[in-house]
């Protein structure tokens, strides 16, 4: 069965760089788009970023345009996503999550804390 595994969130301080991390395993087909997206205490959940294997069009949320970058390596089956220029706005766990034929996953999310 499809599972995701995030990894590389912790701790920076702000203007400080992390790079998470989301394996995807189990998987029989290829995913329709694959994405990021955060959740903090008293905020509603946001989409951070997405990338859609079909051309590879990428879609970031204004809060991150510019800062973040997602990525996959196929052969890894891995999805990426840098952050730069962290701020403390960007406080939250992080998810990755995959749309496998109409069928939504995710992963158990990770921390990312930003300090000042």
């Known amino acids: 069965h499809v599972q995701l595994v995030e990894s590389g969130g912790g701790s920076v301080q702000v203007g400080g760089s992390l790079r998470l991390s989301c394996t995807i395993s189990?998987?029989?087909?290829?995913?329709?788009?694959m994405g990021w997206f955060r959740q903090s205490p008293g905020k509603e959940r946001e989409g951070v970023a997405t990338?859609?294997?079909?051309?590879?069009?990428?879609y970031y949320a204004d809060s991150v345009k510019g800062r973040f970058t997602i990525s996959q390596d196929n052969t890894k089956n891995t999805l990426y996503l840098q952050m730069n220029s962290l701020k403390t706005e960007d406080n939250a766990v992080y998810y990755c999550?995959?749309?496998?034929?109409?069928?939504?996953?995710r992963g158990q999310g990770t921390q990312v804390t930003v300090s000042s």
């Open positions: 189990g998987a029989t087909h290829s995913a329709y788009c």
């Open positions: 999550a995959v749309d496998i034929h109409g069928t939504p996953y």
């Open positions: 990338i859609y294997n079909s051309g590879g069009s990428t």
